[in-house]
């Protein structure tokens, strides 16, 4: 049977529901590395290295073409990737019109051509965490890459790669090693996807905005890569350390993509308006009471005792008690009270 109590609790639940549905964004599907990225006629780690980040990265059989985003050596083995495709196309890095182009019109490692955390030009530093730019020509600041948990914040929520469940450490050691190498290795900046003479920012304006001088800051941005070749066998080990770990699985598991996801599934999470809330939340407490008062008396007929009957079954009932209905009716209950223990209300007493 339904008790107040019960309906109390199945109300706060139907609240409850009512005000998540109204709130909740469909959060991203999460799936295996094996179910996202080695499910296609390519190999998995060339979807890792592309789709992860959209383009930015290209999978590179010719390991003599293909850069290293870690490695143990005292010397960045990348520069010597660098001279490999320069000689190999002299245009790749043709920088004419560029303002950071050498005399000779090439892009160089000089300068930090990314920008976000990026210096302006490359400096040596001490570097503990991404060791392989320990005291070594670098385009990262050591408190940008400090540790695990700086590197994972820096680019908001949306961006951590534990969405969906703890990484094994493994495979969490490729995530740190490809931000390490985003942030720090001066050959990546040669791959920015758009160059300045196409976009380019001049200063801020008075709250903090970037000044876009050329091109179009919703189209273009000063911070992406596309295409640079990494070692096949880098993403390949990549692919199988996090094989059965966890990732977001949206359009092919574009990181990019499942970013503005999750900051739409962030949002929702923050909760409606309150004249929205109020919406939603009366007219299901009216309805709740509603269906409290309807129990209510529904349990007091089962009893035989309605809270409302009948006139003459009212004054039958008052008989019973001794005083017709309409005068006990019609006497507070400090003076029934009285004229039942035999005692005269106050104020009443007859005069000698």
Request: aromatic content about 10%; charged content about 20%; some cysteine.
């Amino acid at each position: 049977m339904f008790t107040i109590q019960k309906i109390t609790l199945l109300s706060s639940a139907l609240l409850l529901f009512a005000i998540q549905s109204a709130t909740a964004q469909a959060v991203p599907a999460c799936k295996t590395f094996r179910e996202i990225y080695g499910s296609s006629t390519k190999p998995g780690g060339q979807m890792v290295c592309e789709n992860m980040w959209n383009n930015a990265f290209k999978y590179e059989k010719d390991e003599t073409k293909g850069y290293n985003m870690w490695w143990f050596d005292n010397t960045n083995p990348n520069n010597a990737v660098t001279d490999t495709l320069s000689a190999a196309k002299a245009t790749l890095f043709d920088g004419k019109g560029h303002e950071d182009a050498a005399a000779n019109g090439d892009f160089g490692t000089d300068q930090c051509h990314l920008d976000y955390f990026h210096k302006d030009a490359p400096t040596s530093e001490a570097n503990a965490f991404c060791h392989p730019w320990n005291n070594k020509p670098s385009c990262c600041k050591a408190a940008t890459v400090k540790d695990s948990a700086t590197i994972m914040e820096a680019y908001g929520k949306e961006y951590h790669w534990d969405r969906c469940g703890r990484l094994s450490p493994q495979c969490e050691a490729f995530f740190i090693q490809e931000a390490c190498f985003y942030e720090c290795e001066p050959n990546a900046g040669l791959w920015r996807k758009h160059s300045k003479n196409i976009f380019d920012t001049d200063g801020t304006d008075a709250e903090g905005n970037a000044k876009v001088t050329i091109g179009n800051a919703d189209d273009h941005n000063a911070w992406q890569m596309e295409g640079m070749p990494i070692k096949a066998s880098y993403c390949d080990a990549w692919y199988t350390a996090c094989i059965d770990d966890k990732f977001c699985a949206s359009d092919g598991g574009d990181f990019f993509s499942c970013a503005k996801e999750y900051i739409e599934v962030d949002e929702s999470s923050k909760g409606l308006a309150p004249h929205i809330v109020a919406a939603i939340v009366v007219p299901i407490i009216v309805a709740v009471a509603a269906i409290a008062l309807f129990l209510r008396m529904w349990s007091k007929e089962r009893a035989g005792e309605p809270m409302f009957m009948p006139i003459d079954r009212q004054d039958a009932r008052a008989k019973q008690s001794g005083m017709p209905m309409q005068t006990q009716a019609m006497q507070p209950q400090g003076i029934q009270s009285m004229q039942h223990q035999g005692m005269p209300p106050q104020g009443m007493h007859m005069q000698a």
